[in-house]
Protein backbone atom coordinates (compact mmCIF):
# COMPACT_ATOMS: atom_id res chain seq x y z
CA UNK A 1 0.00 0.00 0.00
CA UNK A 2 2.32 2.55 0.85
CA UNK A 3 4.07 1.70 -2.78
CA UNK A 4 0.92 2.64 -4.67
CA UNK A 5 0.88 5.84 -2.21
CA UNK A 6 4.05 7.61 -3.38
CA UNK A 7 3.63 6.44 -6.93
CA UNK A 8 0.02 8.28 -6.62
CA UNK A 9 2.05 11.72 -4.81
CA UNK A 10 4.43 11.51 -7.19
CA UNK A 11 1.99 11.53 -10.49
CA UNK A 12 0.05 13.81 -8.39
CA UNK A 13 2.66 16.41 -7.77
CA UNK A 14 4.48 16.36 -10.95
CA UNK A 15 1.49 15.53 -13.43
CA UNK A 16 -2.15 15.74 -12.25
CA UNK A 17 -1.93 18.47 -9.08
CA UNK A 18 -2.70 18.23 -5.39
CA UNK A 19 -6.83 18.07 -6.13
CA UNK A 20 -6.41 14.98 -8.24
CA UNK A 21 -3.96 13.85 -5.34
CA UNK A 22 -6.40 14.04 -2.70
CA UNK A 23 -9.09 11.91 -5.01
CA UNK A 24 -6.55 9.45 -5.56
CA UNK A 25 -6.00 9.24 -2.14
CA UNK A 26 -10.03 8.39 -0.67
CA UNK A 27 -9.79 5.98 -3.74
CA UNK A 28 -7.58 3.81 -2.11
CA UNK A 29 -9.33 0.51 0.23
CA UNK A 30 -8.48 0.87 3.66
CA UNK A 31 -6.86 -2.29 5.01
CA UNK A 32 -9.49 -4.60 5.78
CA UNK A 33 -8.76 -5.50 9.97
CA UNK A 34 -9.16 -9.55 9.42
CA UNK A 35 -6.72 -9.65 6.78
CA UNK A 36 -4.08 -7.35 9.18
CA UNK A 37 -4.70 -9.80 11.82
CA UNK A 38 -4.08 -12.56 9.13
CA UNK A 39 -0.79 -10.77 8.18
CA UNK A 40 0.66 -10.79 11.63
CA UNK A 41 0.22 -14.56 11.38
CA UNK A 42 2.12 -15.51 8.60
CA UNK A 43 4.74 -12.99 9.62
CA UNK A 44 5.26 -14.92 12.69
CA UNK A 45 4.93 -18.07 11.05
CA UNK A 46 7.45 -16.87 8.19
CA UNK A 47 9.87 -15.54 10.71
CA UNK A 48 10.24 -18.98 12.30
CA UNK A 49 10.49 -20.85 9.34
CA UNK A 50 13.24 -18.43 7.63
CA UNK A 51 15.36 -18.07 11.27
CA UNK A 52 18.96 -18.33 10.23
CA UNK A 53 18.34 -21.12 12.92
CA UNK A 54 16.80 -23.72 10.34
CA UNK A 55 19.79 -23.36 8.31
CA UNK A 56 17.61 -23.50 5.28
CA UNK A 57 15.50 -26.34 5.58
CA UNK A 58 17.57 -28.70 3.56
CA UNK A 59 15.25 -31.75 3.16
CA UNK A 60 16.89 -34.41 5.78
CA UNK A 61 18.66 -32.17 7.79
CA UNK A 62 17.39 -31.06 11.49
CA UNK A 63 16.48 -27.49 10.07
CA UNK A 64 14.11 -29.30 8.17
CA UNK A 65 13.00 -31.53 10.91
CA UNK A 66 12.41 -27.84 13.27
CA UNK A 67 10.24 -26.65 10.37
CA UNK A 68 8.37 -29.68 10.08
CA UNK A 69 7.76 -30.21 13.64
CA UNK A 70 6.58 -26.16 13.64
CA UNK A 71 3.90 -26.98 11.23
CA UNK A 72 2.78 -30.19 12.68
CA UNK A 73 2.52 -28.13 16.13
CA UNK A 74 0.62 -25.20 14.36
CA UNK A 75 -1.92 -27.56 12.68
CA UNK A 76 -2.66 -28.61 16.23
CA UNK A 77 -3.11 -25.17 17.15
CA UNK A 78 -5.63 -24.18 14.53
CA UNK A 79 -7.17 -27.66 14.99
CA UNK A 80 -6.83 -29.82 12.01
CA UNK A 81 -6.96 -33.79 12.72
CA UNK A 82 -3.33 -36.03 11.79
CA UNK A 83 -3.85 -36.94 8.33
CA UNK A 84 -0.78 -39.62 7.84
CA UNK A 85 -1.47 -43.68 7.85
CA UNK A 86 0.36 -43.81 11.68
CA UNK A 87 -2.50 -41.43 12.72
CA UNK A 88 0.01 -38.53 12.94
CA UNK A 89 0.95 -35.28 11.12
CA UNK A 90 3.97 -36.92 9.70
CA UNK A 91 4.13 -38.84 6.64
CA UNK A 92 7.86 -40.09 6.50
CA UNK A 93 9.61 -40.56 3.23
CA UNK A 94 12.94 -42.64 2.37
CA UNK A 95 14.97 -40.37 0.54
CA UNK A 96 17.68 -41.79 -1.47
CA UNK A 97 20.68 -38.52 -2.23
CA UNK A 98 22.83 -39.88 -5.13
CA UNK A 99 26.12 -37.86 -5.67
CA UNK A 100 28.54 -37.45 -8.66
CA UNK A 101 31.20 -39.63 -8.40
CA UNK A 102 34.03 -38.32 -10.59
CA UNK A 103 36.74 -41.20 -10.38
CA UNK A 104 34.21 -43.37 -12.01
CA UNK A 105 33.31 -40.77 -15.31
CA UNK A 106 34.44 -41.59 -18.67
CA UNK A 107 33.04 -40.83 -22.29
CA UNK A 108 35.26 -42.42 -25.10
CA UNK A 109 33.92 -42.11 -28.78
CA UNK A 110 35.11 -44.00 -31.40
CA UNK A 111 34.70 -43.02 -35.16
CA UNK A 112 36.01 -42.31 -38.60
CA UNK A 113 38.84 -40.03 -37.22
CA UNK A 114 40.42 -42.47 -34.45
CA UNK A 115 39.21 -42.79 -30.69
CA UNK A 116 38.47 -39.65 -28.85
CA UNK A 117 38.02 -39.72 -25.16
CA UNK A 118 36.32 -36.50 -23.17
CA UNK A 119 36.99 -34.64 -20.19
CA UNK A 120 34.40 -34.65 -17.41
CA UNK A 121 32.51 -31.42 -16.72
CA UNK A 122 35.21 -29.74 -19.49
CA UNK A 123 33.26 -31.61 -22.38
CA UNK A 124 30.49 -33.96 -20.58
CA UNK A 125 28.50 -34.17 -17.74
CA UNK A 126 26.83 -37.19 -17.05
CA UNK A 127 23.91 -38.51 -15.46
CA UNK A 128 23.99 -39.76 -11.81
CA UNK A 129 21.94 -42.64 -10.71
CA UNK A 130 20.11 -43.96 -7.86
CA UNK A 131 20.40 -47.43 -8.79
CA UNK A 132 23.63 -47.62 -10.07
CA UNK A 133 27.20 -47.27 -8.14
CA UNK A 134 28.87 -47.77 -11.33
CA UNK A 135 27.45 -48.29 -14.38
CA UNK A 136 28.85 -48.54 -18.15
CA UNK A 137 26.76 -48.45 -21.56
CA UNK A 138 28.20 -49.15 -25.14
CA UNK A 139 26.55 -49.05 -28.21
CA UNK A 140 26.57 -47.21 -31.74
CA UNK A 141 25.32 -43.83 -31.93
CA UNK A 142 22.07 -42.44 -33.43
CA UNK A 143 20.28 -39.17 -34.22
CA UNK A 144 17.14 -39.09 -33.29
CA UNK A 145 16.60 -34.72 -33.78
CA UNK A 146 15.04 -33.74 -30.41
CA UNK A 147 14.00 -37.12 -29.32
CA UNK A 148 10.12 -36.44 -29.01
CA UNK A 149 7.41 -39.22 -29.75
CA UNK A 150 4.62 -36.51 -29.86
CA UNK A 151 2.41 -37.16 -33.25
CA UNK A 152 -0.19 -35.02 -32.58
CA UNK A 153 2.47 -32.40 -32.95
CA UNK A 154 4.14 -33.42 -36.07
CA UNK A 155 6.59 -35.27 -33.71
CA UNK A 156 7.83 -38.76 -34.78
CA UNK A 157 11.86 -38.44 -33.91
CA UNK A 158 11.60 -42.53 -33.72
CA UNK A 159 9.64 -43.39 -36.82
CA UNK A 160 11.61 -45.95 -38.92
CA UNK A 161 14.67 -45.97 -37.04
CA UNK A 162 15.97 -48.79 -35.22
CA UNK A 163 17.68 -47.67 -31.95
CA UNK A 164 17.76 -51.21 -29.60
CA UNK A 165 20.59 -51.33 -27.52
CA UNK A 166 21.84 -48.23 -29.44
CA UNK A 167 22.69 -44.55 -27.79
CA UNK A 168 20.35 -41.99 -29.01
CA UNK A 169 21.86 -38.64 -29.82
CA UNK A 170 19.41 -35.73 -29.02
CA UNK A 171 19.34 -32.12 -29.51
CA UNK A 172 18.56 -29.87 -26.53
CA UNK A 173 16.30 -27.63 -25.91
CA UNK A 174 12.66 -27.86 -27.61
CA UNK A 175 10.70 -26.70 -31.00
CA UNK A 176 9.24 -23.74 -30.47
CA UNK A 177 6.32 -24.37 -31.99
CA UNK A 178 4.64 -26.92 -29.22
CA UNK A 179 2.72 -25.02 -26.46
CA UNK A 180 4.65 -24.38 -23.42
CA UNK A 181 3.55 -26.63 -20.99
CA UNK A 182 3.21 -29.64 -23.19
CA UNK A 183 6.35 -28.87 -24.26
CA UNK A 184 8.08 -28.76 -20.82
CA UNK A 185 6.28 -32.11 -20.74
CA UNK A 186 7.68 -33.33 -23.62
CA UNK A 187 11.25 -32.33 -22.50
CA UNK A 188 10.91 -34.01 -19.03
CA UNK A 189 9.82 -37.13 -20.55
CA UNK A 190 12.75 -37.48 -22.96
CA UNK A 191 14.25 -39.67 -21.18
CA UNK A 192 11.71 -42.10 -20.53
CA UNK A 193 10.84 -42.24 -23.94
CA UNK A 194 14.66 -43.14 -25.62
CA UNK A 195 13.72 -46.25 -22.65
CA UNK A 196 10.81 -47.00 -23.91
CA UNK A 197 12.11 -47.54 -27.31
CA UNK A 198 14.64 -49.64 -25.92
CA UNK A 199 17.97 -47.25 -26.22
CA UNK A 200 20.85 -48.09 -23.89
CA UNK A 201 21.76 -44.16 -23.33
CA UNK A 202 21.25 -40.85 -24.25
CA UNK A 203 23.45 -38.10 -25.11
CA UNK A 204 22.21 -34.70 -25.82
CA UNK A 205 24.43 -32.10 -27.98
CA UNK A 206 23.59 -28.43 -27.87
CA UNK A 207 21.13 -26.69 -29.43
CA UNK A 208 20.96 -22.46 -30.17
CA UNK A 209 17.67 -22.78 -27.84
CA UNK A 210 19.56 -25.17 -25.31
CA UNK A 211 22.22 -22.82 -24.51
CA UNK A 212 19.82 -20.14 -23.25
CA UNK A 213 18.02 -22.59 -21.50
CA UNK A 214 21.09 -24.17 -19.79
CA UNK A 215 24.46 -22.11 -20.11
CA UNK A 216 27.24 -24.84 -20.23
CA UNK A 217 28.45 -23.36 -17.10
CA UNK A 218 25.47 -23.88 -15.24
CA UNK A 219 24.79 -26.96 -16.36
CA UNK A 220 28.41 -27.82 -14.85
CA UNK A 221 27.03 -26.49 -11.33
CA UNK A 222 23.96 -28.22 -11.39
CA UNK A 223 26.49 -31.52 -11.67
CA UNK A 224 28.06 -30.96 -8.61
CA UNK A 225 24.67 -31.29 -6.66
CA UNK A 226 22.96 -34.58 -5.86
CA UNK A 227 19.96 -35.64 -6.91
CA UNK A 228 17.35 -37.10 -4.77
CA UNK A 229 14.26 -39.79 -5.00
CA UNK A 230 12.26 -41.79 -2.85
CA UNK A 231 12.61 -45.32 -1.50
CA UNK A 232 9.85 -47.95 -2.17
CA UNK A 233 8.91 -50.88 0.50
CA UNK A 234 10.81 -52.63 -1.94
CA UNK A 235 14.25 -51.02 -2.13
CA UNK A 236 13.67 -49.60 -5.12
CA UNK A 237 14.37 -45.72 -6.02
CA UNK A 238 11.53 -43.58 -7.97
CA UNK A 239 14.25 -41.35 -9.13
CA UNK A 240 14.34 -38.70 -12.12
CA UNK A 241 16.65 -40.09 -14.49
CA UNK A 242 14.17 -41.81 -16.60
CA UNK A 243 14.21 -44.66 -18.30
CA UNK A 244 17.68 -44.95 -19.40
CA UNK A 245 20.93 -46.53 -17.44
CA UNK A 246 23.02 -43.65 -18.08
CA UNK A 247 23.22 -40.47 -20.34
CA UNK A 248 25.22 -36.96 -20.85
CA UNK A 249 25.10 -34.04 -22.08
CA UNK A 250 27.90 -32.43 -24.02
CA UNK A 251 29.56 -29.23 -24.40
CA UNK A 252 28.46 -27.00 -26.92
CA UNK A 253 32.13 -26.96 -28.21
CA UNK A 254 31.99 -30.95 -28.05
CA UNK A 255 29.00 -31.41 -29.71
CA UNK A 256 30.49 -31.44 -33.04
CA UNK A 257 32.51 -34.53 -32.47
CA UNK A 258 29.21 -36.40 -32.21
CA UNK A 259 28.70 -35.82 -35.81
CA UNK A 260 31.99 -36.39 -38.15
CA UNK A 261 32.05 -38.05 -41.22
CA UNK A 262 27.87 -38.04 -40.93
CA UNK A 263 25.31 -37.32 -43.19
CA UNK A 264 24.67 -33.86 -41.98
CA UNK A 265 27.20 -31.81 -39.51
CA UNK A 266 27.01 -30.54 -36.60
CA UNK A 267 27.20 -27.02 -37.86
CA UNK A 268 24.34 -27.65 -40.49
CA UNK A 269 22.37 -28.67 -37.94
CA UNK A 270 22.75 -25.88 -36.28
CA UNK A 271 22.49 -23.18 -39.04
CA UNK A 272 19.43 -25.06 -39.84
CA UNK A 273 17.79 -24.24 -36.56
CA UNK A 274 19.15 -20.68 -37.05
CA UNK A 275 16.99 -19.75 -39.61
CA UNK A 276 14.37 -21.18 -38.87
CA UNK A 277 13.32 -22.24 -34.64
CA UNK A 278 10.57 -24.87 -36.15
CA UNK A 279 13.15 -26.81 -38.49
CA UNK A 280 12.36 -30.25 -37.88
CA UNK A 281 15.77 -32.51 -38.44
CA UNK A 282 15.44 -36.16 -39.36
CA UNK A 283 17.18 -39.18 -37.52
CA UNK A 284 19.53 -41.01 -38.98
CA UNK A 285 22.87 -43.17 -37.61
CA UNK A 286 26.18 -41.60 -37.15
CA UNK A 287 28.98 -43.64 -37.90
CA UNK A 288 30.52 -43.57 -34.63
CA UNK A 289 30.45 -45.82 -30.89
CA UNK A 290 30.58 -44.42 -27.35
CA UNK A 291 31.23 -46.14 -23.95
CA UNK A 292 29.97 -43.94 -21.04
CA UNK A 293 31.09 -44.73 -17.37
CA UNK A 294 28.61 -43.12 -14.74
CA UNK A 295 29.39 -43.91 -11.10
CA UNK A 296 27.70 -42.55 -7.84
CA UNK A 297 27.46 -42.14 -3.72
CA UNK A 298 24.62 -42.99 -2.40
CA UNK A 299 23.78 -41.43 0.88
CA UNK A 300 20.11 -42.53 2.23
CA UNK A 301 17.79 -40.16 4.86
CA UNK A 302 14.15 -40.07 5.66
CA UNK A 303 12.21 -36.55 5.38
CA UNK A 304 9.09 -36.17 6.03
CA UNK A 305 5.62 -34.55 4.68
CA UNK A 306 3.63 -32.76 7.20
CA UNK A 307 -0.39 -33.54 6.07
CA UNK A 308 -3.27 -32.48 8.45
CA UNK A 309 -7.27 -32.74 7.53
CA UNK A 310 -10.48 -30.58 7.57
CA UNK A 311 -13.20 -33.11 7.39
CA UNK A 312 -15.48 -32.24 4.84
CA UNK A 313 -19.43 -33.22 5.28
CA UNK A 314 -21.10 -35.45 2.79
CA UNK A 315 -18.64 -35.68 0.29
CA UNK A 316 -15.63 -36.02 2.74
CA UNK A 317 -13.66 -38.88 0.93
CA UNK A 318 -12.77 -36.77 -2.01
CA UNK A 319 -9.72 -35.10 -0.62
CA UNK A 320 -8.76 -31.40 -2.25
CA UNK A 321 -4.92 -31.51 -1.54
CA UNK A 322 -2.88 -27.98 -0.85
CA UNK A 323 0.68 -28.07 -0.95
CA UNK A 324 3.40 -25.82 -0.37
CA UNK A 325 6.99 -27.48 -0.18
CA UNK A 326 8.67 -26.53 3.16
CA UNK A 327 11.97 -27.39 2.33
CA UNK A 328 14.96 -25.06 0.86
CA UNK A 329 18.23 -25.77 -0.19
CA UNK A 330 20.53 -25.18 2.84
CA UNK A 331 23.83 -23.64 3.01
CA UNK A 332 26.12 -22.50 0.03
CA UNK A 333 29.09 -25.01 -0.25
CA UNK A 334 32.66 -23.82 -0.44
CA UNK A 335 32.18 -20.10 0.71
CA UNK A 336 33.86 -17.99 2.55
CA UNK A 337 33.08 -18.81 6.21
CA UNK A 338 33.20 -14.83 7.23
CA UNK A 339 29.79 -14.53 4.56
CA UNK A 340 26.37 -15.88 4.92
CA UNK A 341 25.81 -19.39 3.76
CA UNK A 342 22.29 -19.78 4.21
CA UNK A 343 19.44 -19.63 2.19
CA UNK A 344 16.52 -19.17 4.11
CA UNK A 345 14.19 -19.88 1.43
CA UNK A 346 11.82 -16.83 3.17
CA UNK A 347 10.00 -16.30 -0.29
CA UNK A 348 10.77 -19.73 -1.79
CA UNK A 349 8.74 -20.96 0.11
CA UNK A 350 8.55 -20.23 3.27
CA UNK A 351 5.87 -17.92 2.47
CA UNK A 352 3.94 -20.14 0.47
CA UNK A 353 3.96 -22.51 3.96
CA UNK A 354 2.78 -19.60 6.27
CA UNK A 355 0.22 -18.35 3.80
CA UNK A 356 -1.44 -22.06 3.29
CA UNK A 357 -1.13 -22.19 7.47
CA UNK A 358 -3.41 -19.56 7.25
CA UNK A 359 -5.58 -20.87 4.79
CA UNK A 360 -6.15 -23.54 7.21
CA UNK A 361 -6.66 -20.91 9.95
CA UNK A 362 -9.14 -18.90 7.90
CA UNK A 363 -11.66 -22.25 7.08
CA UNK A 364 -11.91 -23.12 10.91
CA UNK A 365 -12.50 -19.62 11.51
CA UNK A 366 -15.27 -19.52 8.83
CA UNK A 367 -17.05 -21.95 10.98
CA UNK A 368 -18.54 -23.78 8.43
CA UNK A 369 -17.17 -27.31 7.07
CA UNK A 370 -16.98 -27.35 3.14
CA UNK A 371 -18.32 -31.06 1.24
CA UNK A 372 -15.29 -32.11 0.41
CA UNK A 373 -12.40 -32.80 2.80
CA UNK A 374 -8.97 -30.72 2.94
CA UNK A 375 -5.70 -31.59 3.25
CA UNK A 376 -2.93 -29.21 3.90
CA UNK A 377 0.58 -31.03 2.82
CA UNK A 378 3.76 -29.42 3.66
CA UNK A 379 5.79 -31.25 1.56
CA UNK A 380 9.42 -31.98 1.74
CA UNK A 381 12.12 -32.54 -0.96
CA UNK A 382 10.36 -30.05 -3.77
CA UNK A 383 13.88 -28.78 -3.90
CA UNK A 384 15.70 -32.21 -4.53
CA UNK A 385 12.99 -32.22 -8.11
CA UNK A 386 9.33 -32.65 -6.42
CA UNK A 387 10.03 -35.82 -4.98
CA UNK A 388 8.15 -34.90 -1.47
CA UNK A 389 4.81 -34.20 -3.40
CA UNK A 390 5.96 -37.16 -5.37
CA UNK A 391 5.46 -39.65 -2.98
CA UNK A 392 2.28 -38.25 -1.35
CA UNK A 393 0.71 -38.49 -4.51
CA UNK A 394 1.57 -41.89 -5.19
CA UNK A 395 0.58 -43.16 -1.33
CA UNK A 396 -3.24 -42.02 -0.80
CA UNK A 397 -4.15 -40.93 3.05
CA UNK A 398 -6.38 -43.46 4.93
CA UNK A 399 -10.09 -42.78 4.23
CA UNK A 400 -10.03 -41.11 0.94
CA UNK A 401 -8.78 -40.05 -2.63
CA UNK A 402 -7.33 -37.04 -3.63
CA UNK A 403 -9.11 -35.47 -6.77
CA UNK A 404 -7.12 -31.76 -6.69
CA UNK A 405 -4.41 -30.32 -5.81
CA UNK A 406 -3.82 -26.39 -5.68
CA UNK A 407 -0.50 -25.71 -5.08
CA UNK A 408 1.40 -22.78 -3.72
CA UNK A 409 5.14 -22.08 -4.06
CA UNK A 410 7.23 -18.94 -4.00
CA UNK A 411 4.69 -16.08 -3.80
CA UNK A 412 6.76 -12.88 -3.67
CA UNK A 413 4.69 -11.00 -1.80
CA UNK A 414 6.51 -7.32 -1.61
CA UNK A 415 4.10 -5.55 -3.87
CA UNK A 416 0.45 -5.19 -4.22
CA UNK A 417 -0.60 -7.75 -6.66
CA UNK A 418 -3.66 -6.94 -8.97
CA UNK A 419 -3.78 -10.10 -10.60
CA UNK A 420 -3.15 -13.91 -10.34
CA UNK A 421 -1.98 -16.81 -12.20
CA UNK A 422 -3.03 -20.39 -12.18
CA UNK A 423 -0.78 -22.22 -14.12
CA UNK A 424 -3.08 -25.89 -15.43
CA UNK A 425 -6.55 -24.17 -14.46
CA UNK A 426 -7.29 -24.35 -18.30
CA UNK A 427 -7.07 -27.60 -18.56
CA UNK A 428 -9.28 -28.53 -16.68
CA UNK A 429 -12.80 -27.66 -14.52
CA UNK A 430 -10.52 -26.03 -11.78
CA UNK A 431 -10.40 -23.33 -14.12
CA UNK A 432 -14.07 -21.65 -13.20
CA UNK A 433 -13.71 -21.74 -9.65
CA UNK A 434 -10.54 -20.60 -9.57
CA UNK A 435 -11.74 -17.72 -11.62
CA UNK A 436 -14.63 -17.30 -9.25
CA UNK A 437 -12.81 -17.03 -5.95
CA UNK A 438 -10.10 -14.83 -7.85
CA UNK A 439 -12.64 -12.23 -8.84
CA UNK A 440 -14.35 -12.33 -5.30
CA UNK A 441 -11.57 -10.71 -3.96
CA UNK A 442 -11.35 -8.26 -6.77
CA UNK A 443 -8.06 -9.53 -8.65
CA UNK A 444 -7.67 -10.36 -12.63
CA UNK A 445 -6.62 -14.38 -13.30
CA UNK A 446 -4.26 -13.99 -16.03
CA UNK A 447 -2.37 -16.37 -19.07
CA UNK A 448 0.92 -17.65 -18.02
CA UNK A 449 3.62 -14.78 -18.82
CA UNK A 450 6.25 -16.72 -18.76
CA UNK A 451 5.86 -20.00 -21.18
CA UNK A 452 9.71 -20.14 -22.05
CA UNK A 453 10.34 -21.34 -18.37
CA UNK A 454 7.76 -23.85 -18.12
CA UNK A 455 6.81 -23.11 -14.15
CA UNK A 456 4.13 -25.47 -14.84
CA UNK A 457 6.56 -28.73 -14.69
CA UNK A 458 8.56 -26.66 -11.75
CA UNK A 459 6.83 -27.58 -8.87
CA UNK A 460 4.83 -29.73 -6.28
CA UNK A 461 1.26 -29.16 -8.54
CA UNK A 462 3.15 -31.69 -11.33
CA UNK A 463 3.24 -34.49 -9.16
CA UNK A 464 -0.12 -34.55 -9.30
CA UNK A 465 -0.65 -33.84 -12.82
CA UNK A 466 1.03 -37.26 -13.56
CA UNK A 467 -0.85 -39.05 -11.39
CA UNK A 468 -3.88 -38.04 -13.34
CA UNK A 469 -5.16 -35.50 -10.57
CA UNK A 470 -6.32 -31.94 -11.94
CA UNK A 471 -4.30 -29.68 -10.11
CA UNK A 472 -3.72 -25.83 -10.36
CA UNK A 473 -0.47 -23.69 -9.48
CA UNK A 474 -1.45 -20.46 -7.77
CA UNK A 475 1.55 -17.60 -8.45
CA UNK A 476 1.57 -13.78 -8.31
CA UNK A 477 0.96 -12.07 -11.59
CA UNK A 478 2.75 -9.51 -13.61
CA UNK A 479 0.57 -6.29 -13.14
CA UNK A 480 1.43 -3.33 -10.63
CA UNK A 481 4.86 -4.25 -10.96
CA UNK A 482 4.79 -8.00 -10.52
CA UNK A 483 7.06 -8.82 -13.61
CA UNK A 484 9.72 -6.43 -12.23
CA UNK A 485 9.38 -8.03 -8.98
CA UNK A 486 9.33 -11.48 -10.41
CA UNK A 487 12.54 -10.74 -12.97
CA UNK A 488 14.84 -9.13 -10.20
CA UNK A 489 14.03 -11.36 -7.81
CA UNK A 490 15.10 -14.35 -10.07
CA UNK A 491 18.25 -12.25 -10.88
CA UNK A 492 19.39 -11.20 -7.71
CA UNK A 493 17.87 -13.13 -4.69
CA UNK A 494 16.24 -16.62 -6.39
CA UNK A 495 18.23 -19.30 -4.61
CA UNK A 496 20.55 -17.41 -2.68
CA UNK A 497 21.56 -15.77 0.56
CA UNK A 498 19.41 -12.94 -0.16
CA UNK A 499 15.83 -14.76 -0.07
CA UNK A 500 15.69 -13.66 3.88
CA UNK A 501 13.28 -11.66 5.81
CA UNK A 502 15.71 -8.79 5.15
CA UNK A 503 13.35 -8.62 1.85
CA UNK A 504 10.69 -5.49 1.51
CA UNK A 505 7.84 -8.43 2.49
CA UNK A 506 4.52 -7.09 2.98
CA UNK A 507 2.66 -9.63 5.02
CA UNK A 508 -0.74 -8.07 4.11
CA UNK A 509 -0.14 -9.19 0.48
CA UNK A 510 0.38 -12.95 1.80
CA UNK A 511 -3.01 -12.04 3.74
CA UNK A 512 -4.80 -11.26 0.58
CA UNK A 513 -3.07 -14.34 -1.30
CA UNK A 514 -3.87 -16.65 1.76
CA UNK A 515 -7.42 -15.62 1.57
CA UNK A 516 -7.60 -15.96 -2.04
CA UNK A 517 -6.36 -19.63 -1.74
CA UNK A 518 -8.84 -20.33 0.70
CA UNK A 519 -11.33 -19.22 -1.74
CA UNK A 520 -10.23 -21.03 -4.56
CA UNK A 521 -9.88 -24.37 -2.00
CA UNK A 522 -13.28 -23.48 -0.71
CA UNK A 523 -14.94 -22.96 -4.35
CA UNK A 524 -13.30 -26.44 -5.60
CA UNK A 525 -14.56 -28.22 -2.30
CA UNK A 526 -18.14 -27.53 -2.58
CA UNK A 527 -18.98 -27.37 -6.13
CA UNK A 528 -21.47 -30.43 -7.50
CA UNK A 529 -19.15 -31.80 -9.80
CA UNK A 530 -15.78 -33.94 -8.94
CA UNK A 531 -12.50 -31.84 -10.55
CA UNK A 532 -12.22 -33.56 -13.59
CA UNK A 533 -9.97 -32.66 -16.63
CA UNK A 534 -11.43 -31.16 -20.07
CA UNK A 535 -11.54 -33.33 -22.71
CA UNK A 536 -9.51 -31.82 -24.88
CA UNK A 537 -6.61 -31.35 -22.21
CA UNK A 538 -3.60 -32.69 -23.24
CA UNK A 539 -2.49 -33.90 -19.57
CA UNK A 540 -6.01 -35.40 -19.27
CA UNK A 541 -5.65 -37.40 -22.29
CA UNK A 542 -1.73 -38.55 -21.37
CA UNK A 543 -2.15 -38.83 -17.70
CA UNK A 544 -6.07 -39.46 -16.44
CA UNK A 545 -7.77 -41.93 -15.37
ZN1 LIG B 1 13.12 -23.14 -5.05
Redesign the pocket.
Known sequence: MRYLFEKSLGRSLTILGATVFLAACSTLPPKDPVLMESALRIKADMTFLADDALAGREAGTQGYDAAAAYVAEQYAAIGLAPAAADGTYFQPVKLRSFERNPDKMALTLEGPDGTTSLDYLTDFLPSNSSKYEEKTITGDLVFVGYGLDAPEYGYTNYKNIDVADKIVVVLGGMPKNIPSDVSAHLRRSRMDVAGAKGAAGVLTVYSPGYEEWLPWQRAGRYAQSAGVGWIDDQGNVEGEEGGVAASAIISPTSSATLFAGAEMSYADLVEAIIVDENYQPSSFELPMRAELSIGSTFEDVVSSNVVAKLEGTDLNAEYIVLTAHLD??GHTKNIDSTKDSINNGAL??ATGVSTMLEAARTFVASGERPRRSIIFAAVTAE?KGLVGSDYLAQHPLPGGEMVANVNLD?PLITYPFTDVIAFGAEHSTLEAPTRRATESMGVTLSDDPVPEMNLFVRSDHYSFVKQGIPSVFLFLGFENGGEDVFRTFMRTNY?GVKDDLGQAIDYYQGARFSKIKYLIANEIANSDEKPAWNDDSVFGKMFGK
Open positions: HIDNEMH
